[in-house]
């Protein structure tokens, strides 16, 4: 059963950290492209960032310089480590897996953050 599953959402002050991780289950995690996603209250589901297969990375002009996109193969997992929160960061946070040419896209069912003071 392909699965994706987030964790490390909570609520946090402004300029404070948070590092998400989502861990893979049911597809040849390393062929995939590993992306984040975010959605906030009332506005449509906007990129973040992206890791490709290679390791190459690409990010919204938004949170380039304070978050991080990783990922680890063997332990089937990409992480986003966020800092320097900003309350506009608020949103559900999503993970998702591509791979173009099977047409597999897979999506997580997100983890919440707040950033509140």
């Known amino acids: 059963q392909r699965q994706l599953v987030e964790s490390g959402g909570g609520l946090v002050h402004p300029g404070g950290s948070l590092r998400l991780s989502c861990t893979a289950s049911g597809i040849a995690f390393r062929l995939y492209a590993m992306g984040w996603y975010r959605q906030a209250p009332g506005k449509e589901r906007e990129f973040v960032a992206t890791?490709?297969?290679?390791?190459?990375?690409n990010y919204a002009d938004s949170v380039k310089g304070r978050f991080t996109i990783s990922r680890d193969n063997a332990r089937y997992t990409v992480s986003l480590q966020m800092n320097s929160l900003k309350p506009e960061d608020t949103a559900i946070y999503y993970c998702n897996a591509n791979w173009p040419a099977t047409n597999g896209n897979y999506w997580g069912h997100g983890t919440q953050v707040t950033v509140s003071s």
């Open positions: 890791i490709t297969s290679s390791g190459n990375t």
